[in-house]
């Protein structure tokens, strides 16, 4: 029996809170698809103890919905330890991010928080120059302040705990580093009531299927690639776009004639004007290329060009075009929305923080617009948070969560089983993974 502040226990039927222990109420939570129960939370009036009434969830939007929120709002959290470490790992090839910059190592923060019932949980900071914090010192000396205020707050309940995160490092500066502090934080919360991270976010599924990103390769080494990758079960491929669109369709047919049944998601990364872009989806049907997904066609801030875009994209090829750098922000997406100016919405929690990219999922999913799911240049810890909220949602159309297959080594020990493109989620607590703590030092 551990001993919180204030405790969770799922069971088919019934949700305790106790002010004192933790104790695990036997019942079929192990069973993938079983229906979830809904959780209203009970008073009593000495305010010493909780009980909560479970009633029949009759949609996967209200399934999906109930279980974190409730937990934030019940769940005390004690922080005995926290602390931020360089996560520094080296890239299979150079990775194009954007236009102008290609990254050969991974110099990411990792964030180790500790409560006071010795439950421990893992984040990470996703550092891209011009995309998230500035560097690793910056990154840093912010998750330092972030954890030193974990470690000498008084306990209290984990939505105020998470609000005071989003003072210290707020807005798209900082978002990358709010997001590993929230996931070491709901990692560890996790791990103390004993649940997966993927049942906590609704527990839709168990499993995800993911996309595989290829290099900036040739023709001849695309096609080897895109034949391992066959094999191996990946049925949609990424191509991050270069300038070059003659170069870039040979690369494309070298990989269908490899993998004739390959979907394609095409990045842009925002590198085309309107006319541009046009043209590239005009040359990619004549050519015989028909992508399923067009992500990010212009620069960022052009967003009537954006809807011109996929307005063709849609009418004439009956393409989905994406935004990412375009939306930075809930307003950026209300406006994304607002003015239908494309069909599908790119999360990255390093871009929105989790809280943040839980406030926008349940936006998109209220106003009908698809949702894609893709990550920084990560490792397995920060990927395997993603990968969990993903599948626990199930309300992903396209799947981008492959950057551990890029990297040259792996810093993370257990956590999700990866079987070509399918990632498995285990019944072990949080997230399953932890990270090898000496690895940073």
């Known amino acids: 029996m551990a001993t919180v502040r204030s405790s969770f226990c799922l069971t088919n039927s019934s949700i305790f809170f106790t002010s004192s222990n933790l104790k695990w109420v036997p019942g079929n939570y192990l069973n993938t698809n079983q229906n979830i129960s809904r959780i209203r939370v009970i008073a009593s009036s000495s305010g010493s103890n909780l009980m909560t009434q479970s009633s029949s969830v009759s949609s996967t939007a209200e399934r999906t919905n109930f279980g974190f929120k409730n937990l934030t709002e019940t769940f005390w959290v004690d922080v005995q330890r926290a602390e931020g470490r360089p996560l520094n790992v080296q890239i299979n090839a150079p990775l194009s991010i954007g236009t102008a910059l290609s990254l050969e190592k991974v110099e990411n923060v990792a964030i180790r928080v500790e409560l006071s019932n010795g439950c421990v949980g893992w984040g990470e900071v996703a550092v891209v120059p011009s995309v998230t914090a500035k560097n690793q010192m910056v990154a840093l000396a912010m998750a330092k302040e972030a954890c030193e205020f ?141 992508p399923t997904l067009l992500e990010q066609p212009i620069h960022r801030y052009e967003l009537t060009g954006l809807k011109e875009v996929s307005d063709f994209a849609r009418g004439k090829y009956g393409m989905s075009v994406s935004v990412d750098e375009s939306c930075e922000s809930l307003n950026d997406v209300q406006g994304v929305i607002k003015e239908s100016l494309a069909d599908v919405i790119n999360i990255k929690l390093a871009k929105f923080g989790v809280m943040g990219a839980l406030e926008i999922i349940e936006l998109a999913r209220n106003s009908g617009v698809n949702l894609m799911i893709s990550n920084a240049v990560e490792t397995r810890l920060a990927t395997g948070f993603a990968a969990h909220l993903a599948a626990g949602l199930g309300c992903f159309k396209f799947v981008s969560l492959d950057m551990p297959f890029l990297l040259s080594e792996d810093p993370v020990i257990c956590g999700y089983e990866a079987s070509g493109a399918i990632y498995k989620f285990l019944n072990a607590r949080g997230q399953g993974g932890f990270l090898k703590w000496d690895f940073t030092s």
């Open 150 to 290: 974990l470690c000498c707050s008084s306990p209290r309940v984990l939505n105020l705990v998470l609000n005071e995160i989003g003072g210290i490092l707020p807005g798209t500066e900082f978002a990358s580093v709010r997001a590993g502090v929230e996931m070491a934080l709901i990692d560890a919360v996790a791990n103390s009531i004993g649940v997966p991270l993927w049942r906590l976010f609704g527990g839709v599924s168990n499993t995800l299927t993911t996309a595989i990103t290829l290099p900036s390769i040739c023709p001849a080494e695309a096609s080897e690639l895109a034949s391992k990758y066959c094999q191996l079960g990946f049925k949609t491929l990424k191509r991050k776009m270069e300038k070059n669109i003659n170069a870039e369709i040979k690369i494309l047919q070298a990989i269908q004639a490899a993998h004739p049944h390959c979907s394609f998601i095409i990045d842009a990364n925002g590198r085309y004007t309107v006319k541009e872009a046009i043209e590239v989806l005009q040359k990619l049907h004549d050519s015989g290329i028909r």
